[in-house]
């Protein structure tokens, strides 16, 4: 079973970017799928990214196409999400989680989540 830690984050202009990283520990990487997700203050969690074993598959929630990009290095162990354009909605906790079943789009169907790292955009 992997392990998850997260960072890159941190607070930005509008229209500014940052790029998160997703570490992971463990043998087994390659055999999962990695999805960002994101909760902000008073809401509830929700999907950003995900990206499949072997990059293959990419899915985008719709707000963030065009200006966010998930990527992987399996040989790293590494997943990360460039974001640019910066918003103010983009503002939350972003995390991500592993599958070792499906390139999901739901919470649920990720079972190892790291801790998170907070993105603030202020304009």
């Known amino acids: 079973q992997v392990q998850l830690v997260e960072s890159g984050g941190g607070s930005v202009q509008a229209g500014g970017s940052l790029r998160l990283s997703c570490a992971a520990s463990g043998r087994t990487f390659s055999s999962y799928c990695i999805g960002w997700f994101r909760q902000a203050p008073g809401k509830e969690r929700e999907f950003v990214a995900a990206i499949s074993r072997t990059a293959g598959t990419i899915n985008y929630q719709d707000s963030v196409k065009g200006r966010f990009t998930i990527s992987r290095d399996n040989a790293k162990n590494m997943v990360y999400l460039q974001m640019n354009s910066l918003k103010d909605e983009d503002t939350a906790v972003y995390s991500c989680?592993?599958?070792?079943?499906?390139?999901?789009?739901?919470?649920?169907?990720?079972?190892?989540w790291g801790q998170g790292t907070q993105v603030t955009v202020s304009s």
């Open positions: 989680a592993a599958s070792g079943l499906w390139l999901g789009t739901v919470d649920y169907q990720y079972t190892i």
